[in-house]
Nanobody
C-alpha cells in the first residue's frame, strides 16, 4: 500500500494549487481518503475527506467554499483543488487512507496509511 502526494509549491495569496494523491496497492473507491495538513508545533488537521460508500465529502470550516476534493477511479487518484489560498493555508499536506470498515469523517487517528507529504506555501 502506497500513497504518493504531489502538487505542492509556492503560490501567492489568492492563487490556486491542485494536489494529487495517487494510490497503489489498493483501490481508492474502496476506502475513505483524506487530506490533512500540519504546521510545526501543531496537531495534524483534517482538511477534507471523501467517503468510500457514496463519495460524500467533508471539509474543515476554514476551507469550505475554497477547496474541493474529488476522486478519479480510473487513475486511482484523489485530488484536492485549492482556490483562493491564504497564508494560513501554509502547511505540509498529507493524504491518507482509512481502513475499509471506516466510513466516518476526517479524524486523523482513524487513518492507517499515509503519504509522504507535500509542502504548500502561500506567501507574497
Amino acid at each position: 500500500v502506497q500513497l504518493q502526494a504531489s502538487g505542492g509549491g509556492l503560490v501567492q495569496p489568492g492563487g490556486s494549487l491542485r494536489l494529487s494523491c495517487t494510490a497503489s496497492g489498493f483501490t481508492v473507491d474502496y476506502h475513505n481518503i483524506g487530506w490533512f495538513r500540519q504546521v510545526p508545533g501543531k496537531e495534524r488537521e483534517g482538511v477534507s475527506c471523501i467517503r468510500r460508500t457514496d463519495g460524500s465529502t467533508d471539509y474543515a470550516d476554514s476551507v469550505k467554499g475554497r477547496f474541493t476534493i474529488s476522486r478519479d477511479n480510473a487513475k486511482n487518484t484523489v485530488y484536492l483543488q485549492m482556490n483562493n489560498l491564504k497564508p494560513e493555508d501554509t502547511a505540509v499536506y498529507y493524504c491518507a487512507r482509512a481502513p475499509r470498515y471506516y466510513s466516518g469523517g476526517c479524524v486523523a487517528r482513524r487513518y492507517d496509511y499515509w503519504g509522504q507529504g507535500t509542502q504548500v506555501t502561500v506567501s507574497s
